[in-house]
C-alpha cells in the first residue's frame, strides 16, 4: 500500500512497517500514540503523537494536537500542529497554530492562525 502526496512522492507502507487508516466515516476521539505513518479520511477529535508522517486527506476532519515529524493537511485540521515540516494541499485547511521549521502553503491552500519557528529548544526535545 503506498499514500501519495502531491508532489507525487509516496510512503510505502512496507518500507516504513505499515501505515494506520482512518477511513471516511470512521470517528475516533481520543488520543493516539502511533509509530508508523498515519492517513485520516474520517473524523478525528483528539491528539496524535507520531514518529512519521500524519496525512489528513481530502474527506478527513482532524480537531486537537498533532505532534510529529511531517504533517500534511489535504482536509481540515483545527488545533496545534508541532512539526518539522507542514504542508497545506490544495483545498486543505489549517485553522490554529503551527510550529514548524518548514511550512509549505499550495495554491487553494488555506491557512487561519498563527505560525511560530520551532526553536532549537523543541528541536532537541523532540
Do not use: R
Not at 508532489?7 to 494506520?20: H, S
Not at 515529524?69 to 507542514?86: A, H, L, N, P, R
Amino acid at each position: 500500500m503506498a499514500i501519495f502526496t502531491n508532489d507525487n512522492k509516496q510512503f510505502d507502507a512496507a518500507n516504513t512497517n505499515g501505515a494506520t487508516i482512518i477511513a471516511a466515516g470512521t470517528k475516533f476521539k481520543g488520543e493516539l500514540e502511533i509509530e508508523c505513518h498515519i492517513h485520516i479520511d474520517g473524523d478525528f477529535e483528539g491528539n496524535i503523537n507520531s514518529k512519521n508522517t500524519v496525512l489528513v486527506g481530502k474527506s478527513g476532519v482532524v480537531s486537537g494536537e498533532i505532534n510529529a515529524q511531517k504533517v500534511i493537511v489535504g482536509g481540515t485540521f483545527t488545533g496545534t500542529v508541532d512539526s518539522e515540516c507542514v504542508e497545506i494541499l490544495p483545498n486543505g485547511k489549517i485553522d490554529g497554530t503551527i510550529i514548524c521549521n518548514e511550512l509549505y502553503i499550495e495554491k487553494k491552500g488555506i491557512f487561519v492562525g498563527e505560525s511560530k519557528i520551532k526553536s532549537k529548544e523543541d528541536v532537541e526535545s523532540n
